[in-house]
């Protein structure tokens, strides 16, 4: 057997020499001591051989017995030394295992944890043989004293302070010649054979005998060594010892042979794949049956579009293993750089260590590196103007320093390190040891080196607060929690059954409170696909009551009688005693029908959030900025940082003005020059959408292959951002893709855009190329296209084009600007949810979910998210406000109903990754003061201000912006009677009444104008959808009654919630409430949306004592400022009024409508 070549690691201190197995000098002394110690005894030994036959074998005797007195002594020293450092891994093991189901930890640490705790297992291994191998010493000593063999305990070697290097353990990695294979004792007694794996019924090695003369040098196969349950035997299996020495080691490529697909929790969509040592040669079906089973994500296959089919044959590096290589813990990859933790390559410029090999002894670091230990980060620490750095590498700690302008750091000492690994952070960055006198002789790049040093501070920063992260890790874990309760709530529409009578064979008749036949049949008509649905039963196991299913629904339930049907199933399976389940008797059966769409984003935000917790992101920083952003320090982009101080040139007209927009420019140069995330708050009318327009060409102007992926919760507020993007830049629309799976929920403008329309317009410039080849008798070619387009389309079932799914990634994949909604990133379709971007510019940010904004944030490099918390917060499913939801998520209150995730952000994150836009544009002056006085004043600051003054002439009502039209004998009721939505009628006729008015208004200006008249954008909004209907009753039949309406009008009709985002010229909002509680109208946020709608006219429609008196009692005086400041107009009091106030308009002098 030949030494080993996987030995273990190091950790530190005394303990750390047992990782790296290697001597401490006190052990080197030890041994030296014992050496001495015997080589005496065996001089007197063989001096008294000139002594007479008795004398001389009784002082052999005492000499061979104080010769194994003093062996074990020292082995039982040196077994004693072993039990402190087993005490010290197992702290360790513990100490790995938390950390490494901690969810907040960064990706650099937990990779670093990995490797740790796979060389753990290596040491443990190796030190418990340790043991035995003293164990079996002693016992040796002892055979040999009680049996009289002085001459052979007298030169039996002494024992080894490290185990010998071919005695035999788990895990180990050696080579070993054909002949030690076949079963052959080595000289602790140990015995090596084969592994033997199942073949049918029987075990066999006839596998491993196969890869064994397969290999080249029969004298020195790799192997890897398995400990059996017998101490002297052991398995060896060539499989994983060729693919440790030959790829593991080498980082070389092995062969993998595809399996299946399939999707793991932790890392996402991927392949199962056979993987095999180069050496070997592997047939299709061969391959598939054996090999080492490893799973590889679609994201490190070289092409993700690609769909890999069973049998396939690629080349994959292993990546993630423990130290047996077991099939349901290793992963591989297709990139070669994916080895090196955090994209760090040879490619990028090291950072180099300089130091003065005259006051340090460099040699035992250069070692270090030579064997292969990685560069980590400890510590580091700001102390007036310098940067004090403590790496490790191996078992040595490294204290280094730079000063302002250092572009290397330079050593200042080294020492032997303790136990601390669970504190390190891998580097992403190679670190290069290098005497100082060559320091100026070597290319640094400083920006780089600004890079190292800014995560260096970074990890410090997020990894000190352990406390503070695993709180702010509880609020993801929550989160996941939610996403699971609403899939149960609404991912399902449930049917509950009672039994009629016990199932029979194929058949169980049950009672439905329903029309079971009948939903079934509507569900399955809306769905995409029939799903398979399953009869449940609540059970109570060991740990708590759960649903199992018991039997398969085949086809439609029969009906027998009103509330009887008889269901076919393809048996009844329930578990039995020795399943440790008992069956709750008083819950009724349960059949659910998934609901695709809804289950589908339900499904999607939860793979996210598992996603964010594995680590999963393009950019791992980002992950630790979202867990703790308090604890984030900015990290600006020097390139954006040289681009902004030479001057950005504005493509906003009204921007290039240098005393105009100062804010807003000073935001968007944040922004971009910002690495990692940067949050904007929007205010009304502040410009956002400008700004995401001149965000989109600053960052194509400096790099024009950017891939910027535009995104909201909302599919207007991203038309709207796209729109206006076209709008400026017209030849840049076949830069832009839209993505989306309904046409209808697009704006129209954006058609063109949409990926089905691309992909049908590349259809068909195919086509029109078959149509030229046959028309130029160009036969072979023609047929080649027809080939070619016959095995990329099909159509549809339902008339939608079905497209190969690889032609499509790759045509999305040329599109610089993406355009999507949260949810929507993904999706399988077209390979969305493999996208990966540059800058992710999320709008309406304040109105997304937690999992919602994780989607588009984890394929993104760089985030730019923009909202405003002081508006209305995210859509909350109602089923999360009911009794029941506060019940099993006792803290949806604290952690989700009161502020969003968006809010979080921006009150935590430092100033320098924030900015507030202060000037609004959208409202004419009062409509503005009211919004920015009553919302965005804090403490006498009023944040928001009016950026410019609007000409009135062309209003409807120009002298009176804000007005208040007082409803004082309108009555709330319960629509239909029964609610639980509310209305007022008397409200609803005053809108109606209003309209009327105004129509007539406008029709004589349209009159007067002629092509000149513009027509009057207007929102009639209410906090409650019943009013919603009500009104769009009355306006249906005005619109009957005169048709002028729709023709200088444009009406839309809807709630607060659902006009976020939106603005028109003229909002009439109807506050409904006569009595009881208005909580829900003194919402900020919904009346802060309510507010600032209008660009001209904001007409309010309510009680207003009713309202005034009830605020009073909540302190609050929202209404009361409203009223104080609109004009005032009480209720008409006859019909002359009525049509004094219809007249009004009609004098064009006049200004009250």
Known sequence: MLPALVAGIVIGASVVAYLYDRMTDEEEALQEELRRRNAELRRRYSASVDDDRRR????????????????????????????????????????????????????????????????????????????????????????LSEHGRFETLISFPDPSVRLPEDW????????????????????????????????????????????????????????????????????????????????????LPCTGIVRKAKRHDVFGDGYI?????????????????????????RSESSFPGKRYLPGEKIEVFLHYYDLLLSNGNTTVTQYRESLDVGGKSSASAPVFLHADASKHDLYPLIEEAAQGAV??????????????????????????????????????????????????????????????????????????????????????????DVTGRKAAGEFFSRWSKVTDYLLEENGYETFWLTPDRDPEEGQWDCRCETDLRSDLQRLIEKAFFKPQLFLEERYMSASGERWLRIGELIGLPESLEKGLFRLSHAGIRRPGAYDRYERIET?????????????????????????????????????????????????????????????????????????????????????????????????????????????????????????????????????????????????????????????????ASLHPNMTETILSDYLTSRQQEYSRSVALHMDARAALVQDWIESVYSPGDDG????????????????????????????????????????????????????????????????????????????????????????????LEETFLKTSFFEQLYTNLPDGCRGMLREQYRMVEPIGDLVADLF?????????VNGRVHDRQKFLDPGHP???????????????????????????????????????????????????????????????????RSIKELLADLAATDARLYEVMSIEVDTVDSFQGSEADVVLYSTVRTYGSISFLLDRQRLNVACSRARENLVFFGASEFLRDQESRSKQSLFSQIVDRATFRPPHKSEASRRDAENSPRDRHRTNV
């Not at 199942?198 to 060594?225: H, K, N, W």
């Not at 061969?286 to 994500?297: D, K, V």
């Not at 290397?408 to 190679?430: G, H, K, M, N, Y």
């Not at 599919?715 to 709008?727: F, M, P």
């Open 168 to 251: 035999y353990y788990g895990g180990k990695v050696a080579v070993a010649s054909v002949t030690e294979l076949d079963r052959v004792r080595n000289g602790y007694g140990q015995m090596l054979e084969l592994l033997q794996e199942r073949v049918g019924g029987d075990y066999s090695d006839a596998t491993q005998r196969a890869l064994m003369l397969q290999y080249p040098d029969q004298e020195a196969i790799p192997v890897q060594l398995l400990a059996q349950k017998n101490p002297h035997f052991f398995k060896a299996c060539i499989l994983r010892g060729a693919l440790y020495v030959e790829h593991v080691l080498e980082q």
């Open 273 to 297: 794949v056979q993987c095999y040592p180069g050496f070997c040669t592997v047939g299709r079906q061969q391959g598939l049956n054996g090999g080492l089973s490893a799973f590889l994500p």
């Open 56 to 143: 001389q074998a009784i002082k052999r005797k005492q000499l061979a017995t104080e010769m194994a007195a003093t062996r074990r002594e020292y082995c039982l020293r040196f077994r004693e030394r072993v039990n402190t450092p087993l005490q010290e891994f197992q702290e360790l093991a513990v100490t790995l295992k938390t950390s490494l189901s901690d969810p907040t930890i960064s990706s650099y640490r937990r990779n670093a944890l990995r490797l740790l705790q796979a060389r753990l297992e290596d040491t443990g291994n190796r030190l418990q043989a340790y043991r035995n191998y003293c164990d079996w010493y002693l016992k040796q000593q002892e055979w």
């Open 936 to 944: 965005y004043t804090h403490q006498g600051e009023r944040r928001l």
């Open 375 to 464: 560069w980590c980060l400890y510590s580091c620490v700001e102390r007036q103007d310098r940067f004090c750095v403590t790496l490790q590498i191996g078992a040595w700690q490294v204290e280094a320093e730079a000063g302002p302008g250092d572009i290397q750091l330079q050593l200042v000492d080294t020492a032997r390190t303790s136990i601390r690994s669970v504190d390190l952070d891998e580097l992403p960055f190679s670190v290069r040891l290098i005497d100082r006198r060559f320091r100026d002789h070597v290319f640094c790049d400083a920006l780089r080196f600004q890079e190292f040093l800014q995560f260096c501070n970074q990890q410090t920063r997020y990894g000190e």
């Open 587 to 747: 819950m009724p059966l349960r059949l659910r029908f998934p609901l695709g769409g809804e289950l589908a984003n339900l499904g999607r935000q939860r793979e996210a959030l598992q996603a964010f917790m594995n680590g999963r992101l393009q950019n791992p920083v980002l992950q630790q900025i979202l867990i703790m952003p308090a604890g984030y320090v900015p990290q600006p982009d020097p390139v954006w940082e040289a681009r902004v101080g030479q001057g950005l040139e504005w493509q906003d007209k009204n921007w290039q003005d240098p005393g105009k927009a100062a804010v807003a420019k000073r935001i968007v140069e944040e922004a971009l020059t910002e690495s990692n995330l940067y949050l904007i708050q929007g205010p009304p009318g502040t410009g956002k959408t400008t700004c995401i327009v001149e965000l989109l060409y600053q960052i194509f102007a400096a790099a024009p292959e950017s891939r910027v992926l535009v995104v909201s919760q909302q599919n207007t507020a991203v038309d709207n951002a796209l729109d206006r993007y076209l709008e400026r830049y017209p030849d840049r629309r076949k830069n832009v893709v839209r993505m989306g799976g309904d046409i209808s929920k697009v704006q």
């Open 962 to 1028: 804000l007005r208040w039209v007082d409803v004082p004998n309108g009555r709330q009721t319960k629509e239909n009677g029964k609610g639980p939505s509310l209305l007022n009628a008397e409200e609803a006729k005053a809108i109606r009444l209003y309209l009327q008015v105004a129509l007539d208004f406008l029709a004589i200006r349209k009159e007067s104008l002629g092509c000149e008249f513009r027509k009057k954008t207007v929102a009639v909004i209410t906090p409650y959808g019943a009013q919603k």
């Open 800 to 891: 939608r084009p079905r497209f190969d799914e690889e032609l499509t990634e790759l045509l999305v994949n040329d599109y610089p600007v993406v355009g999507a909604t949260c949810v929507g990133m993904a999706s399988r379709r077209h390979g969305t949810d493999r996208l990966v971007f540059d800058v992710c510019i999320m709008d309406e940010g304040g109105r997304s979910t937690v999992p919602e904004m994780l989607i588009p944030l984890m394929r993104s490099r760089k985030a730019i998210i923009i909202g405003d918390h002081f508006q209305l917060p995210p859509s909350i499913a109602a089923e999360l406000r009911e009794a029941d939801a506060r019940e099993t998520l006792p803290f």
